[in-house]
């Protein structure tokens, strides 16, 4: 660098410049292109990532049955015995392989849609065939050539942070099926989040199976196909009963059977489905008050098979991996006047069945993501780091310049 008498002027305007870039500056501008990037593909609109893997998944999914056969009928007809219970399965179907349908683009940044439930059974990721005989408790419930919503949700066109929220289900934000905060309709439909999540987020998601709104807190950092991915599970928590966590009040329906409020890891949903006495719970009782396992035999609770979990890319909010597991009971009481419940010594929860509902991104999906999401935000991150390299180099430069300078001066 040459000097002149202009030097300390000049030095000192160059290291102003690069203080302020190096010390507040050069860093949010990475992150703005890094987060402009994502918020054109997180956006749920025509034409971006978003709204492809939303409309459609872009993965496989798959939910397993396992039913509860009933190895000692006579015994829980005539006398009154605990039932011993063994799981069959896994018999299988592919699901939510159709798109989203009536599909509609709303003024006020919404979009609204419903799913259709279609189930194709898969005999060779199957144990045994639909016409296979097993011993249970009988419950009609039909899923098939159904269709599940309205849903509308928010886009994120007018804030990002909004991004497949739910505004409404069935044109209201709350279900008439229990009490205060717990009659809400919260967060998303899990398929994806709004972008830019952290470890410490409760993420909150709907789900019409069990009849609420739920949630997932963070519990390890997961890598599938070359993905960074957070996986948040269902804590035990969210299924407490309100003796122990006492937000959870709302979900108490009757003091009776959950013994003054005391029971935990059942979920009374007969509300949301036509009276039937249909309690949900997590597959094997996982969570549940002793006394509530303790009732059948057989069941073996188990975190690593038996919990919820969703694998969420951070940076896009997108669910690539999810495992949705629950178990449908039913409430058994004392009725002398019927046969089958006359020996029926107390009130009780029956399992029938329990489900796997899961699924990951596939190979070609993943390729697609890793190019076109996170390849960029690498790049971006790159350019970053070395425009930040850059300017500490200009910044020393600058400033050896600048004593030199003095130096010379000084003389």
Request: hydrophobic letters at 40%; one cysteine or more; a positive charge.
């Amino acid at each position: 660098m040459v000097c002149n008498r202009n030097c300390g002027l000049l030095t000192g305007a160059v290291i102003g410049a690069v203080l302020a870039i190096f010390g507040g500056v050069l860093i949010p501008v990475g992150d703005h292109l890094i987060g402009k990037a994502i918020k054109k593909e997180a956006v749920i609109a025509n034409g971006t990532i978003a709204f492809e893997n939303w409309r459609v998944p872009g993965s496989s999914v798959y939910r397993q049955f396992w039913v509860f056969h009933v190895q000692n009928p006579s015994e829980v007809l005539d006398q009154g015995a605990r039932p011993k219970l063994e799981q069959r399965g896994p018999y299988t179907y592919r699901v939510r392989y159709l798109p989203k349908e009536n599909i509609t683009e709303n003024s006020d940044g919404t979009i609204s849609y419903m799913l259709p439930n279609i189930a194709h059974f898969e005999p060779d990721m199957s144990v045994g065939t639909e016409n296979d005989t097993i011993t249970c408790l009988n419950l009609a419930v039909v899923y098939n050539g159904t269709f599940d919503g309205l849903y509308r949700v928010y886009t994120g066109k007018e804030d990002i942070k909004k991004t497949a929220i739910i505004e409404s289900y069935k044109n209201k934000s709350n279900l008439a099926y229990w009490e205060g905060h717990c009659d809400l309709v919260n967060g998303t439909d899990g398929a994806s989040f709004p972008p830019f999540v952290k470890k410490d987020q409760i993420l909150r998601f709907f789900s019409s199976d069990i009849c609420r709104s739920i949630y997932g807190v963070f519990q390890s950092k997961q890598d599938v196909k070359g993905i960074s991915l957070y996986r948040f599970t269902v804590p035990r928590e969210a299924f407490a009963s309100p003796a122990e966590v006492r937000d959870n009040y709302c979900f108490c329906r009757d003091e009776v059977i959950s013994k003054n409020c005391t029971i935990a890891g059942v979920l009374d949903i007969s509300a949301c489905k036509a009276g039937r006495p249909v309690f949900i719970s997590l597959p094997h009782f996982l969570h549940a008050s002793d006394s509530v396992l303790h009732d059948v035999e057989g069941l073996s609770p188990n975190e690593k098979e038996h919990e919820t979990f969703l694998d969420v890319e951070p940076i896009t909010g997108f669910t690539l991996q999810f495992a949705k597991r629950l178990q449908v009971n039913l409430l058994v009481k004392p009725a002398p006047k019927i046969e089958a419940l006359s020996k029926v010594q107390k009130p009780y929860i029956f399992p029938l069945l329990w489900l796997n509902e899961s699924a990951v991104i596939g190979d070609a999906k993943a390729e697609m993501f890793r190019n076109k999401v996170t390849g960029r935000v690498q790049m971006l991150s790159v350019l970053q780091m070395v425009l930040i390299i850059t300017g500490s180099v200009l910044f020393l430069s600058f400033m050896g310049s600048y004593f030199i300078c003095r130096s010379k001066k000084l003389k």
